[in-house]
């Protein structure tokens, strides 16, 4: 079966870093574009990046570009985001997302507070 788990969260500093891992299983993770979510406490979830197959192509939200990275490891089956300069609007939980499925991890929590 389909399983995506996500680590890495945390509790960080405002302009801080962290990096969150997903690792996929149950299905050709090399053959699917990847996404992280996020739902704010009270929010919708919303999309944050994504990334193609091969990782030749990714996206942002405007809230941030310049200070989010997504990446992919298909030898890994593990999508990746590198997030610095943490703001304490990024607190949420951070979800993996196989694009265009049902298929979501269980999240983790990233909070950014002094």
């Known amino acids: 079966q389909v399983q995506l788990v996500e680590s890495g969260g945390g509790l960080v500093q405002p302009g801080g870093s962290l990096r969150l891992s997903c690792v996929a299983s149950g299905f050709a993770f090399s053959s699917y574009t990847m996404s992280w979510y996020r739902q704010p406490p009270g929010q919708p979830r919303e999309l944050v990046a994504d990334i193609t197959s091969a990782g030749g192509n990714t996206n942002y939200a405007d809230s941030v570009k310049g200070r989010f990275t997504i990446s992919r490891d298909n030898a890994k089956n593990t999508v990746y985001l590198q997030m610095n300069s943490l703001k304490p609007d990024d607190t949420a939980v951070y979800y993996c997302?196989?694009?265009?499925?049902?298929?979501w991890g269980k999240g983790t929590l990233v909070t950014v507070s002094s």
């Open positions: 997302h196989r694009r265009l499925s049902i298929y």
